[in-house]
Each structure stands twice: as structure tokens, then as C-alpha cells.
């Protein structure tokens, strides 16, 4: 019933920049919290950023000052402007949002989309 998809990971160098966007599609009535979370191999899923519907960031300490968070609200959209990449920000990222389907009655739920690699090289 809802969809988002990702788009805008691959492989740069070490303080290059890379912008991942992600979009929501569906039986949408309203989308509430949109964030990034990020996860490498036998680690949790951690939080990067998120941002609430009337714009309030948050941000992890580690990407705090270099990646920014922002969306559109009429589109459905959130985006993640990375800069000063470090090879620790390697990781597959994932968009996740908490959104409020249209059915009789509402349900509100979180959403993930599908992850996007992101490789940073030394």
C-alpha cells in the first residue's frame, strides 16, 4: 500500500559528496517523521538524521555539521545532502518513514524502503 523507494548511492572518494533522495507513493493520508538510518555488516541499524513534518532536524553526533536533512512536503520526498564523506560512512542506507495510510480506520505505521550502498574509499 506504500511505497519508498531510494535513489542516489554508489562509490566516491573520501571527502566527496553524494545526495540520496527517497520517495513515498501509495494510499498516503499524511507522512509524519521522515529519516535516514544506516547499517554495515553485524552492526544495529543506526539513526543518520531525521526531520519532522514541520521541519525540526536531528542529526547522529558522527554526521553532525557535514550531512544535511530536508523535504518536500508535497512530494512525498526526503533527502540526505552528504558531504565530507569519510570512509566510515560507508554503509547501506535506508529511508524510513511513519506514515498514516488511508483505510477506514487510519493506521499509522513506520516504513522502510529498500537500501541504497553507499562506499566511501579512503
Known amino acids: 500500500q506504500v511505497q519508498l523507494v531510494e535513489s542516489g548511492g554508489g562509490l566516491v572518494q573520501a571527502g566527496g559528496s553524494l545526495r540520496l533522495s527517497c520517495a513515498a507513493s501509495?494510499?498516503?493520508?499524511?507522512?509524519?517523521?521522515m529519516g535516514w538510518y544506516r547499517q554495515t555488516p553485524g552492526k544495529q541499524r543506526e539513526l543518520v538524521a531525521a526531520?519532522?513534518?514541520?521541519?525540526?532536524?536531528d542529526y547522529a553526533d558522527a554526521v553532525k555539521g557535514r550531512f544535511t536533512i530536508s523535504r518536500d512536503n508535497a512530494k512525498n520526498t526526503v533527502t540526505l545532502q552528504m558531504n565530507s564523506l569519510k570512509p566510515e560512512d560507508t554503509a547501506v542506507y535506508y529511508c524510513?518513514?511513519?506514515?498514516?495510510?488511508?483505510?477506514?480506520?487510519?493506521?499509522?505505521?513506520?516504513?522502510w524502503g529498500q537500501g541504497t550502498q553507499v562506499s566511501v574509499s579512503p
Open positions: 524510513n518513514a511513519e506514515i498514516t495510510i488511508v483505510r477506514i480506520p487510519l493506521s499509522t505505521d513506520n516504513y
Open positions: 501509495g494510499r498516503i493520508f499524511s507522512i509524519n517523521a
Open positions: 526531520i519532522t513534518k514541520s521541519g525540526r532536524t
